[in-house]
């Protein structure tokens, strides 16, 4: 079941789950839709080298580490925007944490994490595989951001670039091992 706008907020001030640095908390304005919460973009980028051969073997665990090796870290600021440019992907996070913990009480969350239309229609796709926050996971939201539009695309820290959807989990989860969990940058490492 998706939650509504006014119900993401009684979970929230119930500590059920939680998004930290969240824009706002009237849900009649921004960064509310009726059944999700807009986040924004944090001001770290990874732009992968382009250099040497590298072919990407999944069957070798660590892709975190592979980004974390062969990709370049940029600060990203109002006066110094990121211009992403047809073709090409980044990885970025979320300015906003979020947590959703295996409540003992039963009443589990996880959600998933969409793009925004706005965005879309420039050609611009945000988090477009795997877009389920699982249950258990605490930690800012990598986004794959790829630029498939006709021109320069700007991702300026704390616009919005993607929105939240929260949904209640059935039954209360077991705990499985998270590679993700705790990541503070966008390569998926802690």
């Given at each position: 079941m998706v939650l509504s706008n006014v119900e993401i907020l009684r979970c929230i001030n119930a500590d059920l789950f939680s998004i930290e640095h969240l824009a706002g908390t009237d849900p009649t304005r921004s960064p509310f839709n009726t059944s999700a919460v807009d986040l924004r973009l944090g001001n770290e980028i990874l732009l992968p080298d382009e250099a040497g051969?590298?072919?990407?073997?999944?069957?070798?665990?660590?892709?975190?580490?592979?980004?974390?090796?062969?990709?370049?870290?940029?600060?990203?600021?109002?006066?110094?925007?990121?211009?992403?440019?047809?073709?090409?992907?980044v990885l970025a996070k979320t300015l906003e944490k979020v947590n959703f913990p295996i409540n003992d009480s039963g009443?589990?969350?996880?959600?998933?994490?969409?793009?925004?239309?706005?965005?879309?229609?420039?050609?611009?796709?945000?988090?477009?595989?795997?877009?389920?926050?699982?249950?258990?996971?605490?930690?800012?939201?990598?986004?794959?951001?790829?630029?498939?539009?006709?021109?320069?695309?700007?991702?300026?820290?704390?616009?919005?670039?993607?929105?939240?959807?929260?949904?209640?989990?059935?039954?209360?989860p077991v705990s499985t091992p998270n590679q993700f969990s705790g990541q503070t940058n966008p390569a998926g490492t802690v």
């Open positions: 051969p590298v072919q990407l073997d999944l069957r070798n665990p660590g892709i975190a580490q592979f980004w974390a090796t062969h990709s370049r870290k940029i600060i990203i600021t109002e006066n110094q925007p990121f211009s992403l440019t047809p073709g090409k992907l009443e589990c969350f996880c959600a998933r994490v969409e793009g925004r239309s706005s965005l879309a229609r420039c050609g611009i796709l945000v988090h477009f595989t795997a877009p389920t926050i699982h249950t258990g996971f605490e930690g800012t939201i990598t986004l794959e951001i790829i630029n498939l539009g006709t021109h320069n695309f700007l991702l300026i820290p704390e616009m919005f670039v993607c929105q939240l959807i929260v949904e209640e989990v059935k039954g209360c």
